[in-house]
C-alpha cells in the first residue's frame, strides 16, 4: 500500500512543479489579455484564437533551408512582399526597424522579419538596410492559409506580431505609417512588459 500512496505524491509534485514552470507565463497572459487596463487604447487587432506557426519551408536569400517554426522562441514582428518591394514594402521595412530600434533596451526580444512569398531577387542597393533583418522566401500558398489579411485588405499591407511561443497573436491596421507608428510601438512595448517575467533575448523557449 506504501508504494502506490508514493506514487501518487510523486504525480502531484510533478504537477506543482508543471504549474510552478508555466505559471509566469499564465499570469503575463492573464494580465495582457483579461485583465488589461489599457485594453480600450489597443492599436493592433488582437487575433482569437491564436494561430501557431506552421512549419512551413523557408530558404534564407544565401539559401539556406529551414522551417517558420524555427523563429519560435522570440517576439517577431512580420512583413509580407514579393522580392521586387516596391515603396510600401520599403516603408513597412522601414517602419520595422524602426519599431525595434525604439524598444532600446528591449530591442533584443523583437526580430524583424520580411517574408517573400515569390522568386523574385532582391534588389543588391537594399540588401545593406536588412542587415538586422531576417529575410525567408516562403511558398505562398502555405502562407496564405496561415496569415490573414483584415476583410478588404490584402497580406502585404498589415504587420503582424507573432509571441515567443510562435503565436500569431496580432495584426496592425493596415497601410501602417509614420504618423501610426507611435501607436503601434505603445502595443509592442506593452507586450514586452507583459511578458518580462519569463521572455528573455534569444531562442530558448524554440530549443
Not at 504537477?15 to 509566469?24: G, I, K, N
Not at 519599431?99 to 531577387?121: C, F, S
Request: glycine content about 8%; overall charge positive; hydrophobic content about 45%.
Amino acid at each position: 500500500m506504501a508504494r502506490p500512496g508514493r506514487v501518487l505524491r510523486g504525480r502531484w509534485t510533478m504537477l506543482a512543479l508543471l504549474l510552478a514552470c508555466a505559471a509566469p507565463v499564465l499570469v503575463s497572459y492573464f494580465t495582457y489579455y483579461v485583465v488589461r487596463p489599457e485594453g480600450r487604447r489597443v492599436f493592433g487587432e488582437l487575433i482569437e484564437p491564436q494561430r501557431p506557426l506552421p512549419a512551413i519551408p523557408t530558404s534564407s536569400l544565401d539559401g539556406q533551408t529551414a522551417r517558420l517554426t524555427d523563429l519560435k522562441g522570440q517576439w517577431l514582428l512580420l512583413s509580407v512582399a514579393g522580392g521586387g518591394c516596391d515603396a510600401a514594402c520599403a516603408g513597412h521595412l522601414y517602419l520595422q526597424r524602426q519599431l525595434r530600434e525604439g524598444l532600446g533596451k528591449d530591442k533584443d526580444r523583437l526580430d524583424w522579419v520580411w517574408l517573400v512569398p515569390d522568386q523574385a531577387p532582391v534588389a543588391e542597393a537594399l540588401l545593406p538596410a536588412l542587415k538586422d533583418a531576417t529575410v525567408l522566401r516562403v511558398p505562398n500558398d502555405q502562407l496564405v492559409a496561415w496569415l490573414k489579411p483584415a476583410p478588404g485588405q490584402r497580406l502585404e499591407e498589415h504587420l503582424y506580431v507573432v509571441d515567443p511561443m510562435g503565436n500569431w497573436m496580432m495584426r496592425f491596421p493596415a497601410s501602417l505609417d509614420a504618423s501610426s507608428a507611435a501607436r503601434a510601438k505603445r502595443d509592442l512595448e506593452r507586450l514586452l512588459r507583459a511578458s518580462a517575467f519569463w521572455d528573455q533575448p534569444g531562442r530558448e523557449l524554440g530549443k
